[in-house]
């Protein structure tokens, strides 16, 4: 499955910005689907999953509350609804597919390329 993200963008802190990430190639409905993100001069961390059926959401502590992962299987897109943004959220975020739904990069084996979030203070 080929994955395409979008939607970044410069923000300032608070304000809100919705991450797409657009499957083509084979249907997400297969996959669980994650976001991942790189801020500079740091590793890529765990941000939020889904499961195949949407039952089942996960997030890292530092977005819980903020941060809504959700899928639209009919759409083979997936979605990162991003609210009360700081600072600390700038990075580039990547979207990621895999069998099962965990926090694990490694257990993501298809990834897009990622796109840039800003966040001004």
Same mark, same amino acid.
């Given at each position: 499955? &080929?994955? &395409?993200?979008s939607g970044g963008?410069l923000?300032?802190?608070? =304000?809100?910005?919705r991450l797409s990430c657009?499957a !083509?190639? +084979?249907t997400?409905s297969n996959?669980?689907?994650g976001?991942?993100? &790189?801020?500079?001069?740091k590793e +890529? =961390?765990f941000?939020?999953?889904? !499961?195949?059926?949407?039952?089942?959401?996960?997030y890292? =502590? !530092?977005?819980?509350?903020?941060?809504?992962?959700?899928?639209?299987?009919?759409r083979?897109?997936v979605y990162?609804q991003?609210?009360?943004?700081?600072?600390?959220?700038?990075?580039?975020?990547?979207?990621a597919?895999?069998?099962i &739904?965990?926090? +694990?990069?490694?257990d993501?084996?298809s990834?897009?390329?990622?796109?840039?979030?800003?966040?001004?203070?």
């Open positions: 499955v &080929q994955l &395409q993200a963008g923000v300032q802190a608070g =304000d809100s910005l657009a !083509s190639g +084979r997400i996959y669980a689907m976001w991942f993100r &790189q801020a500079p001069g +890529r =961390d941000v939020a999953s889904i !499961s195949r059926s949407a039952i089942r959401t996960n890292a =502590d !530092s977005v819980k509350g903020r941060f809504t992962i959700s899928r639209d299987n009919a083979n897109t990162l991003m609210n009360s943004l700081k600072p600390e959220d700038t990075a580039v975020y990547y979207c597919a895999g069998v &739904q965990t926090t +694990r990069e490694a993501f084996s990834w897009g390329p990622g796109t840039l979030v800003t966040v001004s203070s």
